[in-house]
């Protein structure tokens, strides 16, 4: 039943404005020249800067996506339809027959799952069927009792109910009958008119006359002015007697309390363990408003379909969304070294020496002679100059510039006053947590088995720059040790003076400094004049300096 066949294209955890802007193009471009639907997500919350520029442009944001594990909306469900409570079990067995379920939700007029029902709770209903006033017990629609007996009501109101009484069986003579009839009881009868008049008089609320028999006028009559109810059935007093008991609804044998029900968003390693503890062998699944859409069970487990990716910015299992091993990775493009994730298959790989994803997505709109939207555009060259800090990163090429300038002119703005504007929204951090600065752009690294966290932010002035120090050394010592992290970094950089403050903490993190640098690391800080970029200038140097 899985209906959900989209393609998503993602960044990695933190997302900077190259990871959001290109996410959203390269959705475009496929969109416009692949078949099938491709969706841009994020994986993280996005930083002021990026939501600067997505609202000047007027793009709105990507959904949310923080986890690719598999779903229970990822598994083909059962389309086993919800029934009434009111539903008999003779036409809730049919239609479990008819839809090869052994578990049959109850649902209520808005969809929502009020019990179930199993193939087992029937047949114990059988087993279990010594008491004759059941019917009774259960509020039977006598509607409900003609339906299971193939039978037609020929007097009496048919959406009255059987609440009364209890069931017996009109085969003796009359004189022996009045000893066991008593008032509101379900007869059954057969053809004679002196045993129908017999129950009549003893104020049975229900006959039912078997093998066809005809009721006389006067019979009609005296049931009618009673407010009785007759039926007419084709079958023997035998086969109706063993019948009877379908016509009971299932409200009345339904499980109601302590229900074992999953969310289409599920995550199915967590409904896995809930399943081999629960004796059910069926789960009725709701969508995200609480209505019942169908059933899963274990054989469910071997129709997973795995979510479908395409990754933009990063190619490293740690920067990755959550459970991307349970993912399908489509395609990849970059502009970062190459990292550690792997694929079951080989996969499109498109990875470039420039300074920004938004560079790459700029040359395949050339490539395959797409017209750049003015909107879009103008999210490429935000990204490229985010990522190259306007054109004063190392990272930067003659292939960024260009692009940035194209884009420029289709998005109809000026760079330089543009690149002050985001840059400086980017910066006004006066309302975030030292948690919501410390992971604004936050990547984790890792060599052999030694990871390392390194976070980033670029300022227009020295002031700034301070105001935020003060906050995130706290921080820093609090995160180190989480998630296996030995030493935590993060860059201070100024855009204007193109040097980086580095703020270090952890075991051994002043001595990689000092390998890397040269620099000694006073008060947990150190300057680093002329390094601007993390994945050119300093991730290089650390690596270099743990491999040795």
């Given at each position: 039943?899985?209906?959900?066949?989209?393609?998503?294209?993602?960044?990695?955890?933190?997302?900077?404005t190259?990871s959001?802007?290109?996410a959203?193009?390269?959705?475009?471009?496929?969109n416009?020249?692949?078949?099938?639907t491709?969706?841009?997500?994020?994986?993280?919350?996005?930083?002021?800067?990026?939501?600067?520029?997505?609202?000047?442009?007027?793009?709105?944001?990507?959904?949310?996506?923080?986890?690719?594990?598999?779903?229970?909306k990822?598994?083909?469900?059962?389309?086993?339809?919800?029934a009434?409570?009111?539903m008999?079990?003779?036409?809730?067995?049919?239609?479990?027959q008819e839809?090869?379920?052994?578990?049959?939700?109850?649902?209520?007029?808005?969809?929502?799952?009020?019990?179930?029902?199993?193939?087992?709770?029937?047949?114990?209903?059988?087993m279990?069927?010594?008491?004759?006033t059941?019917?009774?017990?259960?509020?039977?629609?006598?509607r409900?009792?003609a339906?299971?007996?193939?039978?037609?009501?020929?007097?009496?109101n048919e959406?009255?109910y059987?609440?009364?009484?209890?069931?017996?069986?009109?085969?003796?003579?009359?004189?022996?009958?009045?000893?066991?009839?008593?008032?509101?009881?379900?007869?059954?009868?057969?053809?004679?008119?002196?045993?129908?008049l017999c129950?009549?008089?003893?104020?049975?609320?229900?006959?039912?006359?078997?093998?066809?028999?005809?009721?006389?006028k006067?019979?009609?009559?005296l049931?009618e002015?009673?407010?009785?109810?007759?039926?007419?059935?084709?079958?023997?007093?035998?086969?109706?007697?063993?019948?009877?008991?379908?016509?009971?609804?299932?409200?009345y044998?339904?499980?109601?309390?302590?229900?074992?029900i999953?969310?289409?968003?599920?995550?199915?390693?967590?409904?896995?363990?809930?399943?081999?503890?629960?004796?059910?062998?069926?789960?009725?699944?709701?969508n995200?408003?609480?209505?019942?859409?169908?059933t899963?069970?274990?054989?469910?487990?071997?129709?997973?379909?795995?979510?479908q990716?395409?990754?933009?910015?990063?190619?490293?299992?740690?920067?990755?969304?959550?459970?991307?091993?349970?993912a399908?990775?489509?395609?990849?493009?970059?502009?970062?070294?190459?990292?550690?994730?792997?694929?079951?298959?080989?996969?499109?790989?498109?990875n470039?020496?420039?300074g920004?994803?938004?560079?790459?997505?700029?040359?395949?709109?050339?490539?395959?002679?797409?017209?750049?939207?003015?909107?879009?555009a103008?999210?490429?060259?935000?990204?490229?100059?985010?990522?190259?800090?306007?054109?004063?990163?190392?990272?930067?090429?003659?292939?960024?510039?260009?692009?940035?300038?194209?884009?420029?002119?289709?998005?109809?703005?000026?760079?330089e006053s543009?690149?002050?504007?985001?840059?400086?929204?980017?910066?006004?951090?006066?309302?975030?947590?030292?948690?919501?600065i410390?992971?604004?752009?936050?990547?984790?690294?890792?060599?052999?088995?030694?990871?390392?966290?390194v976070g980033?932010?670029?300022?227009?002035?020295?002031?700034?720059l301070?105001?935020?120090?003060?906050?995130?050394?706290?921080?820093?010592?609090?995160?180190?040790g989480?998630?296996?992290?030995?030493?935590?970094?993060?860059m201070?950089?100024?855009?204007?003076?193109?040097?980086?403050?580095?703020?270090?903490?952890?075991?051994?993190?002043?001595?990689l400094?000092?390998?890397?640098?040269?620099?000694?690391?006073?008060?947990?800080?150190?300057?680093?004049?002329?390094?601007?970029?993390?994945?050119?200038?300093?991730?290089?140097?650390?690596?270099?300096?743990l491999?040795?």
């Open positions: 039943m899985r209906k959900d066949n989209k393609v998503y294209v993602i960044g990695h955890k933190n997302p900077d190259d959001i802007c290109s959203i193009a390269y959705a475009d471009i496929k416009r020249t692949t078949k099938g491709y969706v841009a997500k994020r994986a993280g919350q996005i930083n002021e800067e990026t939501e600067f520029v997505l609202k000047y442009f007027h793009v709105p944001a990507p959904g949310y996506l923080p986890d690719v594990g598999t779903q229970v990822d598994m083909d469900l059962h389309e086993t339809p919800g009434a409570n009111s008999s079990v003779k036409r809730a067995w049919k239609l479990m839809h090869n379920a052994v578990t049959l939700p109850i649902t209520d007029k808005e969809g929502k799952v009020e019990g179930l029902i199993t193939t087992g709770d029937i047949a114990k209903s059988y279990d069927a010594y008491d004759n059941l019917l009774a017990q259960a509020r039977t629609q006598y409900s009792i339906d299971t007996v193939d039978g037609q009501i020929i007097v009496g959406h009255g059987f609440i009364k009484g209890k069931v017996v069986m009109g085969l003796s003579q009359p004189d022996t009958m009045e000893s066991f009839i008593d008032e509101d009881d379900l007869v059954i009868l057969g053809n004679r008119a002196e045993d129908q129950a009549i008089e003893a104020n049975a609320s229900c006959l039912i006359v078997c093998l066809g028999a005809k009721v006389g006067t019979i009609q009559k049931a002015e009673r407010n009785q109810v007759i039926i007419s059935t084709p079958y023997d007093s035998f086969t109706v007697a063993r019948l009877i008991h379908q016509s009971i609804p299932i409200k044998f339904m499980k109601k309390d302590n229900l074992v999953f969310r289409s968003d599920d995550f199915t390693d967590k409904i896995k363990d809930i399943m081999t503890k629960t004796r059910y062998r069926a789960f009725p699944v709701v995200t408003r609480g209505k019942y859409i169908g899963v069970s274990r054989r469910n487990f071997m129709s997973i379909k795995k979510k990716l395409i990754l933009v910015d990063h190619n490293e299992r740690s920067q990755a969304v959550d459970n991307i091993e349970e399908e990775i489509l395609e990849i493009l970059d502009h970062h070294r190459i990292g550690s994730l792997e694929t079951f298959q080989p996969i499109m790989f498109r470039q020496p420039v920004c994803t938004a560079t790459i997505m700029y040359e395949i709109y050339a490539e395959k002679y797409l017209e750049i939207p003015e909107n879009i103008g999210l490429l060259c935000a990204a490229i100059l985010s990522d190259t800090l306007m054109f004063r990163s190392p990272t930067c090429t003659e292939r960024d510039k260009e692009a940035a300038q194209e884009l420029a002119k289709i998005a109809k703005i000026e760079i543009f690149a002050n504007k985001m840059f400086r929204a980017g910066s006004n951090l006066s309302s975030k947590t030292p948690e919501e410390f992971y604004q752009d936050y990547k984790k690294f890792i060599v052999d088995d030694l990871a390392f966290g980033q932010i670029s300022f227009m002035s020295e002031e700034e301070q105001t935020v120090k003060d906050r995130l050394m706290p921080y820093m010592e609090k995160e180190c989480k998630h296996e992290i030995k030493m935590v970094f993060f201070l950089t100024n855009i204007i003076k193109e040097s980086t403050e580095l703020l270090c903490y952890g075991e051994g993190s002043d001595g400094v000092y390998e890397a640098f040269g620099e000694k690391v006073e008060d947990s800080s150190c300057r680093l004049e002329g390094v601007v970029s993390r994945k050119k200038q300093l991730i290089p140097k650390f690596m270099n300096a491999q040795q």
